[in-house]
């Protein structure tokens, strides 16, 4: 079956280490996001990337990096330049302008 | 830049019984897209309904149908009928249909089903 697959469930970390969350899809959708999740504030955007090597910024991206090598894989880099990284984060895709997202499951990091 | 807002945090219905969720947008564009999205405990998002806004017609999946207002920029979910399984947060979203597409979500309706 299609999906989005994001791994692992949770991810634990200590403070000031870089921490890689997985998105992988097989849906051969051109455009994947990520989102982050907390309490309250609903899902606010990360990055984005419409193309294989081509990414942008969403309106939360300080702290943060992306990669996109292969339409298939959309990996977030959560660095230790972010202040408050403990959140539930959520990656998506999107087959062509204007569809719904299919979203991951998301994953969940915790950082002490 | 688009804005969504829902104004309930949480909402509650007796099974059975009918519910609206409320949420409003703003936006500068003629064309764009709304949608409503579940959040169960489990925390997949679901699609439920989608809006294109150049339909006048108001869209409907079911038991879940939506109420419209291009003018007043509103966008409600009924649920009729209310059931156990429809227990999660439901977000607002809209996405425009020019430049950047990027879903823009409120920050969500958390529904409780009363048995």
């Known amino acids: 079956d299609g999906g989005i697959t994001q791994s692992p469930k949770y991810l634990f970390r200590k403070e000031g280490q870089n921490v890689t969350l997985s998105c992988e899809q097989n849906l051969n959708h051109d455009a994947m996001y990520w989102y982050r999740q907390d309490p309250g504030q609903g899902l606010r955007l990360i990055y984005y990337?419409?193309?294989?090597?081509?990414?942008q910024k969403g309106d939360i991206a300080e702290g943060y990096s992306v990669s996109r090598e292969k339409k298939e894989s959309f990996p977030l880099t959560v660095t230790s330049a972010q202040k408050n990284p403990t959140a539930f984060y959520l990656c998506?895709?999107?087959?062509?302008?204007?569809?719904?997202?299919?979203f991951g499951n998301g994953t969940r990091l915790t950082v002490t | 830049a688009q804005t969504v807002t829902q104004s309930q945090p949480e909402m509650s219905v007796q099974e059975a019984e009918t519910v609206t969720l409320s949420c409003t947008y703003d936006t500068s564009e003629s064309d764009y897209y709304l949608f409503w999205y579940k959040q169960p405990p489990s925390r997949q998002m679901i699609l439920v309904i989608r809006q294109e806004a150049y339909k006048q017609q108001n869209a409907t999946e079911n038991r879940f149908s939506v109420n419209f207002q291009k003018a007043a920029k509103s966008f409600s979910l009924k649920i009729s009928d209310s059931q156990l399984g429809d227990a999660a947060m439901y977000f607002c979203?809209?996405?425009?249909?020019?430049?950047?597409?990027?879903?823009?979500f409120g920050t969500g309706t958390r529904l409780t089903i009363i048995p």
């Open positions: 979203a809209s996405l425009s249909n020019f430049g950047n597409e990027k879903l823009t």
């Open positions: 998506a895709s999107s087959g062509s302008q204007n569809s719904p997202l299919h």
């Open positions: 990337s419409h193309i294989v090597n081509d990414f």
